[in-house]
């Protein structure tokens, strides 16, 4: 569901290092500096000099006995 009307919100751009979020349910590093997108997002899949992240779907119960 990412298409040419998604928002990029770019969080680092220095050398060695492109972060950004896109639509706030997908996070991306381009270089070979660390960076990761922090607590609610899952690797999905990384290489030489990139990685990708989803949004976590964690479903947890709301029944309370």
Known sequence: RINSGSKVR???????????FVDEKIALKLGTKDWTPGEG??????GDGFAVWGKSTKKTSARRR
Not at 10 to 20: F, P, S
Not at 41 to 46: P, Y
């Open 10 to 20: 770019i969080v680092k751009a220095e050398d060695g290092l492109y972060a950004a």
């Open 41 to 46: 997002f899952k690797l999905m899949m990384s």
